[in-house]
């Protein structure tokens, strides 16, 4: 799967490895979907901030 911009792959990336990680870590079905959220928005407001940052750089 190839994105014609950088950053929507990098969002991509960011969810599968939220989703990963929030499974690999917790049991509980709500603790998954609370850690996974949490963790895909933190990654999420990097990449968009990264991103920002290149584009003007």
């Known amino acids: ?4 911009s950088h950053m929507i792959s990098m969002l991509v990336f960011t969810l ?9 870590r917790h049991d509980d079905g709500r603790t998954i979907f609370r850690y996974g959220l949490k963790l895909f928005l933190t990654m ?3 990449v968009v ?3 920002w940052i290149m ?3």
Do not use: D, P, W
């Open 1 to 4: 799967m190839i994105f014609k």
């Open 16 to 24: 599968i490895v939220s989703i990963v990680l929030a499974f690999i």
């Open 44 to 46: 999420a407001g990097g």
């Open 49 to 51: 901030v990264f991103s």
């Open 55 to 57: 584009h003007f750089a």
